[in-house]
């Protein structure tokens, strides 16, 4: 990925996430590492002060490939949790460690098969756990 933009991570899924990464196997996951580079150059907010329009962990965004011009949504999911719908993304995949802390209107670069790459832009959260609190009683 050429371009590394600024990313926010609540303390909540830092925690959550080093836990993860402390329990898995490089062997199993060749995405820690990068997950590891992502969580080391995050701004860290607590829950209740992440922006609603932020990627966090079991987000759902949805996005525009700016190439295609195809929107499609993804949920960022740890990877227990990829059995429970279509269109998740697990936070030790490439794309999942990348999509985290990354908020409307940034794009990354996203790899494709043959040595292609898209850039996706991210449109809008359309749901983040964080900001659902907020708003429940």
């Known amino acids: ?3 590394e933009p600024q990313i926010i991570l ?8 080093e836990r993860l990464l402390d329990s ?7 995405g820690l590492a990068a997950l590891r580079r992502e969580l080391d150059r995050a701004e860290v907010v ?3 002060a992440m922006p609603a ?16 011009g195809r929107e499609f949504e993804l949920t960022l999911v740890y990877p227990d949790d990829m ?8 936070i030790l995949a490439p794309i999942g460690s990348a999509l985290l802390g990354l908020s409307v209107g ?5 790899a494709l098969p043959g040595d292609r790459t898209t850039t ?12 659902a609190r907020k708003r429940s009683p």
């Open 1 to 3: 990925m050429s371009r």
């Open 10 to 17: 609540s303390s909540q899924d830092l925690q959550r996430l």
């Open 24 to 30: 898995v196997s490089p062997d199993a996951a060749p």
């Open 46 to 48: 607590e829950p209740d």
């Open 53 to 68: 329009d932020v990627i966090t962990m079991n987000s759902t965004a949805r996005f525009v490939d700016e190439i295609s």
């Open 83 to 90: 059995h429970l719908t279509h269109g998740t993304v697990s």
């Open 106 to 110: 940034q794009s990354i670069d996203w």
């Open 120 to 131: 996706l832009r991210i449109l809008a959260v359309t749901y983040q756990p964080e900001a």
